[in-house]
């Protein structure tokens, strides 16, 4: 926070290498991965717990991105003065998301650089995880984005 208890808009010069935003805790309900499902991935694993193998009903890994990528909306690009996103480099689903599952999100800053072609900006690299309870990875992804510096910094 800044003066007078006003919150500062994240700038480049905040995302550095190693740090760690913690994003909170979900819990997909069986209701949730099926009304996923059926709007964006209608594969029998995901919407009919009869139809599958004994362990149960499993989340679209499509679905697990999006809650990572939620709580990394409220969690962080709300409050950062990014200005795009490059692209996703890797995404890996780990292990299947069931319903009832705490998920645990977090994004590690794994490096940036200020840009050449543009003083105000720069770009950083970063490693998305979700994580169960026991810390166990279920997806992990590197990404970049585009992030402004802050104004006393161009």
Same mark, same amino acid.
């Given at each position: ?16 290498? $190693? ?41 679209? $890994? ?59 900006? $720069? ?32």
């Amino acid at each position: 926070r800044g003066e007078a208890g006003v919150e500062r808009v994240l700038g480049f010069e905040d995302f550095t290498p $190693g740090r760690v935003f913690d994003l909170g805790q979900r819990i997909l309900s069986e209701g949730d991965i099926v009304a996923f499902a059926q709007d964006w991935d209608p594969q029998p694993m995901h919407l009919d717990p009869a139809a599958l193998p004994p362990d149960g009903l499993i989340a679209s $890994g499509w679905q697990t991105a999006c809650v990572w990528m939620r709580m990394y909306v409220d969690g962080v690009l709300n409050h950062a003065a990014i200005l795009a996103a490059p692209g996703v480099e890797e995404l890996r689903w780990l292990r299947p998301v069931r319903p009832g599952m705490a998920l645990r999100g977090r994004a590690t800053i794994l490096e940036r650089w200020r840009s050449a072609r543009q003083p105000d900006r $720069g770009t950083i690299r970063l490693c998305g995880e979700l994580v169960t309870d026991d810390d166990d990875p279920v997806m992990t992804m590197q990404a970049r984005g585009h992030v402004r510096l802050s104004q006393e910094q161009n």
